[in-house]
């Protein structure tokens, strides 16, 4: 069965940092490129990172670039984000994807 697992969110103060992991099972990534998403409470799913199946390749949206970084251990069957210098804005339900495989999120809360 396969099955994606997020982790790692929780409340932090801005400027604070956070990494985000995402686990697979029943299947293994090394085949894959993978995404990172969020969706804020109201708002569409945005696109956060990607990143390219031999890991050399990584792109963001421009609002979490310098401050956000997505890497993957294979071994592990495992994606992560690195996010640094948090803010408010970035609060949201984080999300990975592979190919049409979704996880079930974790919630990210940016507040003082």
């Known amino acids: 069965q396969v099955q994606l697992v997020e982790s790692g969110g929780g409340l932090v103060q801005p400027g604070g940092s956070l990494r985000l992991s995402c686990a697979a099972s029943?299947?293994?990534?090394?085949?894959?490129?993978i995404r990172w998403y969020r969706q804020a409470p109201g708002k569409e799913r945005d696109w956060v990172a990607s990143i390219s199946i031999t890991g050399d390749l990584r792109n963001y949206n421009d609002s979490v670039k310098g401050r956000f970084t997505i890497s993957r251990d294979n071994a592990e069957n495992t994606v992560y984000l690195q996010m640094n210098n948090l803010k408010p804005e970035d609060t949201a339900v984080y999300l990975c994807n592979i190919v049409n495989y979704w996880g079930q999120g974790t919630q990210v809360t940016i507040s003082s």
């Open positions: 029943g299947f293994s990534i090394r085949n894959y490129g």
